[in-house]
């Protein structure tokens, strides 16, 4: 586990070495960061994600009134991000652009090197992200492995034994076996959404994105589902984008990204 100071952790490379990550503060396109450190991320980036100049305004709304407006965010393969805003920033719509629920009205994105104007938006869904909701969305008269195992069905996974699977992620998010018979409706919110984590891994995504996944979680647990994103991303090299208002998840991730609000 990273030795965290404020801004700046330190994790342990291949051969066991330390090494010190600072974190990045990026306020829509500005980066906040020191110059030493920038020329050390471009020689190292691994981009699976690039918001390139992205606005969107919903169909109802007004010809200038923008629900967001020219974004640009670059997100790497074994990062940890979090993207902070006050209440109507757009953080839930960039979400649903990254998740491609929504096509940008401009600009684009791009991931894994093609723009997402070029895919089928439901095979992106169903292949190359997970997502993590607040209220964990999980069925409540289901077990924990049935609603993985409903996930799995749902996009088309062809596995022997989905049961022994769905068991093997649960164990992978801190869940022991023994959880995989128990009806959703028995767990704690922190043992539901360690299953809805697990559901989001169901089909191995490279990236993982999560809506305020721990604001209905007390601290403790909070820091405990922040270790399993943290370790997606650091030793699974996942990209981990969360949405959040919690000082504590801003203080665990190696990236911030402010939204502003737009000007009317
Ligand atoms: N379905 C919709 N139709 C029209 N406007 C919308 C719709 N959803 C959101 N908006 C508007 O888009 C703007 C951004 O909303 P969004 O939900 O993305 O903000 P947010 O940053 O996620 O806020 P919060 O922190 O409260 O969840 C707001 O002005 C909102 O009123
Ligand atoms: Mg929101």
Do not use: W
Not at 59 to 72: G, I, K, P, Q, T
Not at 106 to 115: A, L, N, Q
Not at 239 to 248: D, E, M, P
Not at 256 to 264: F, G, H, S
Request: glycine share 6%; hydrophobic share 35%; aromatic share 6%.
């Amino acid at each position: 586990m990273a030795d965290k100071e404020k801004n700046n952790y330190v994790s342990k490379d291949k051969l066991g070495k330390n090494f010190t990550h600072k974190k990045q503060i990026v306020k829509n396109n500005e980066v906040k960061d020191n110059k030493e450190m920038k020329e050390k991320n471009t020689s190292s980036k691994d981009i699976i994600l690039s918001i390139k100049n992205a606005s969107y305004r919903y169909s109802d709304a007004e010809e200038n009134d923008y629900a967001l407006r020219n974004v640009s965010f670059d997100f790497e393969s074994g990062k940890i991000y979090a993207i902070r805003g006050r209440s109507g920033t757009g953080k839930t719509t960039l979400l649903s652009l990254i998740s491609g629920l929504e096509r940008c009205t401009e600009g684009e994105i791009i991931f894994d090197g093609k723009s997402l104007k070029d895919r089928n938006l439901d095979k992106y869904r169903n292949s190359d992200i997970g997502i993590v909701f607040q209220s964990y969305n999980l069925l409540p008269f289901m077990t924990a492995s049935e609603n993985i195992i409903l996930s799995m069905d749902a996009n088309g996974l062809k596995l022997k034994n989905k049961k022994e699977k769905a068991i093997e992620l649960m164990e992978k998010v801190g869940l022991k076996e023994t959880y995989a018979d128990r009806k959703v409706l028995r767990l704690s919110g922190g043992e539901q959404q360690r299953v809805a984590i697990a559901r989001s891994l169901s089909y191995n995504p490279k990236m993982i994105i999560a809506d305020e996944p721990t604001g209905n979680l007390d601290k403790q647990t909070e820091t405990e589902i922040l270790e399993i994103f943290e370790k997606l991303a650091h030793e699974e090299k996942k990209c981990v984008i969360i949405v959040t208002h919690s000082q504590n998840v801003c203080d665990a991730v190696d990236v911030i990204y402010d939204l502003k609000k737009v000007a009317k």
